[in-house]
């Protein structure tokens, strides 16, 4: 009996001194990032002989621990998200910023000047608010700049973090399958704990889906589907390049066994922080700084546009206030040519440039298409514009019947030339607000007065005058005007001969002279029909009823400095629809809105993003919470627990050692009864 009862009381003995070392342990690991709830269970030994084999094993809910995993992945997204988003929207909501706030300034001060043309206080203060446009476009677009960097580092930083979670995980994978399945030396449950933490700290950085393998194996694949963690200790890493501008950087997954085996990764369903700022810089940051740079290209284009039809004061043609920057086209690596793109913007079509990059395809080595890119970068149907039968060098110019995104494109051979296949991204916006500066700080550059007026003779017999005199276009082939103060055979002198026709005669050798016959007497427009006058640059109309011989004259504006017809279409400018809304349009589209209009979508796209980020944020939080809890209530450590299962413990070792003590006091006994 002594016997059965020594064998009793030491297998209770060691049964509850591992029961006393399980929970010290759970109580020593309570601080422990990832460790997982352990128990130890005993089975009774047969014929009713003490305590049998005991199994100390994790408490783990695997449903929700996966569900964890991608409630983790959620958070770190929305976190992100929310982070990137705040500080744009933050620096869009700052009034110091604001570019609506400083175009009325600048049209308020433009405003005042106009109405006293020759004021040249007022003048000045026009130049001080352009330059100080100026400056809210280089601020806005430089931190922009700054946050793309910054978001390009961070994605360096990111992978390498991801990177050393997968091969921490497919190292672990190796180590606990070495342990085999043997149910008499399972893995140490430390091993099991880390690479959970692992999945789970990898999963902060992407959405990832784990399988578990037959043998033990965590398989980890992408939320997309491409493999992180495969069986016998394979895995794929990510790398980060930019092609084809290097400035941009994009992921990849490159094969372990094969790094020259390139993954395609679907940027939009990555998750997690890296998805987050891939997201964000694609849906936020790109769009809002081509949208600023469009904005500065067609409020500068149109500004230096309108400034060359005016006279200034200095009696000469009007020239360009502002600089506008040049722009070169990204080859991309996997080229065979090595020909080169450069591009402008276009005189006066800085209205039809979107807010788009730009992508130039050789479909053979003497033909190209040009095609817009949506914010993902893919090419928008119906955007194409190409060439054929090409001879290079070439540049293709937009003007008012070939839509070239309002750019001058200049293509360059290289040796060899373009070669079929040939890819080039051109992105004119991403950069542009902050490379734009005035081409003068002269406040007599600006061009108030019209180059030109009309004036009638002063014996003529009717009431009609020269009406609507306006200038479209000065310099190009044909005009009558070019820099800097020349009227070509001017001035041009108007008869009315009656029966509702003029005779026009300029004053060149040999005279040009045309007559032009109305059909009634709505004299509009008398240079839109004809041949002669017909790229003058200029055009106008006559009110009123002239009689036969009145005399009329279109000529130089030589001392009207107090004329401002030319500033009143200035000043017109901040109403007038001149950005373009999309790359795509359709004959009976509306194409183009206003300056402020075009910066309040920009601002309130920002806005929208980030409050539903702000939204998403909380709703995550609180989701992973609840996850937590449901995972922590078998898995977490509770004290309190603990240390009643401390108590119980002791209990039970006491106990067991009184099995010890009364069978030592039987052994005793039976050893005096024999002698």
């Known amino acids: 009996m002594s016997d ?16 006393l ?146 091969g921490v995980i497919a190292r672990l994978n190796q180590e606990i399958l070495a342990y085999g399945n043997n149910p008499a030396k399972p893995p140490p449950l430390d091993l099991l704990d880390k690479r959970d933490q692992a999945i789970k700290e990898l999963s902060v950085l992407v ?15 992408l939320g997309s589907g491409q493999s992180l963690v495969l069986e016998n200790g394979k895995f794929n890493l990510f790398s980060v390049a930019g092609n084809p501008d290097p400035n941009r950087k994009t992921l990849q997954l490159k094969a372990g066994t094969n790094q020259n085996v390139i993954i395609n990764v679907s940027e939009t369903d990555l998750g997690g922080k890296i998805g987050a700022s891939l997201e964000f810089r694609t849906k936020v940051l790109d769009p809002a700084q081509r949208e600023l740079g469009q904005l500065a290209l067609a409020f500068t284009d149109a500004f230096n546009t309108q400034n060359r039809l005016g006279m200034n004061a200095d009696g000469n043609l009007g020239g360009d206030l502002f600089t506008l920057p040049n722009f070169t086209a990204f080859p991309y690596a996997g080229n065979t040519g090595s020909g080169a793109i450069t591009a402008s913007v276009a005189a006066g079509q800085g209205k039809n440039i979107p807010a788009n990059d730009l992508r130039i395809t050789f479909t053979a080595a003497d033909a190209f298409t040009v095609e817009a890119m949506d914010a993902s970068g893919n090419v928008i149907p119906g955007t194409a514009i190409s060439r054929t039968g090409v001879t290079f060098p070439v540049t293709v110019t937009s003007d008012d019947t070939n839509d070239f995104f309002g750019l001058n494109i200049t293509l360059t051979n290289g040796a060899p030339a373009f070669a079929a296949g040939d890819q080039f991204d051109l992105k004119p916006l991403s950069m542009a607000a902050q490379n734009i500066s005035l081409a003068t700080n002269r406040p007599e550059a600006l061009a108030f007065a019209s180059p030109l007026k ?68 709505d004299y509009q427009n008398l240079l839109g029909g004809s041949v002669n006058f017909a790229d003058a640059g200029f055009d106008f109309s006559v009110k009123g009823v ?101 108590v119980r413990f002791q209990q039970t070792y006491a106990a067991a050692a009184k099995i010890l003590s009364t069978s030592q006091t039987i052994f005793d006994t039976l050893l005096q009864a024999a002698r």
Do not use: C
């Open 546 to 646: 002239p009689q036969v011989g009145d005399t009329f004259s279109v000529a130089y504006n030589t001392g009207g400095f107090e004329d401002n017809r030319n500033g009143l279409l200035l000043g017109d400018l901040q109403n007038s629809d001149m950005v373009r809304i999309n790359a795509a349009t359709t004959v009976n589209a509306d194409k183009y809105q206003t300056f402020n209009q075009a910066y309040s979508e920009l601002v309130g796209s920002v806005g929208t993003h980030t409050s539903q980020a702000r939204v998403a944020a909380a709703s995550s939080k609180s989701l992973l919470e609840q996850t937590t809890a449901w995972h922590e209530s078998l898995s977490g450590v509770s004290l309190d627990e603990e240390a009643a299962d401390l």
């Open 207 to 221: 959405d990832i889906n784990v399988l578990d393998a037959e043998n033990g194996d965590k398989q980890v694949f």
């Open 4 to 19: 059965n009862l020594l064998r009793i009381g030491t297998s209770a003995i060691l049964a509850s001194t591992a029961l």
């Open 454 to 521: 009309g004036e009638k003779t002063l014996t003529n017999l009717g009431n009609a005058e020269i009406d609507k005199l306006s200038i479209t276009s000065v310099g190009q082939t044909g005009n009558r005007l070019s820099q800097p103060a020349n009227f070509t055979d001017g001035p041009i002198s108007i008869t009315y001969l009656g029966n509702n026709q003029f005779l026009i005669e300029d004053s060149g050798a040999p005279v040009v002279s045309e007559t032009i016959t109305f059909a009634g007497t």
């Open 21 to 166: 070392s399980t929970t010290s342990n759970n109580i020593a690991n309570l601080n422990t990032p990832g460790y997982s709830r352990q128990r130890t269970e005993f089975e009774s030994n047969i014929l009713g002989l003490g305590v049998g084999r005991g199994t100390t094993e994790r408490l783990v809910n695997e449903f929700a621990q996966k569900q964890m995993w991608r409630d983790t992945s959620s958070v770190g997204y929305a976190n992100q998200y929310l982070s990137e988003a705040s500080r744009v929207d933050t620096l869009m909501s700052d009034q110091s910023n604001s570019i609506s706030t400083g175009m009325s300034s600048f049209f308020s001060q433009l405003q005042t000047a106009i109405n006293d043309p020759t004021n040249a206080a007022s003048r000045q203060l026009v130049m001080g608010n352009a330059q100080t446009l100026l400056n809210r476009f280089n601020t806005l677009s430089n931190q922009m700049t700054a946050q793309n960097k910054y978001l390009s580092q961070q994605l360096e930083t990111d992978a390498a973090d991801a990177n050393e979670q997968i």
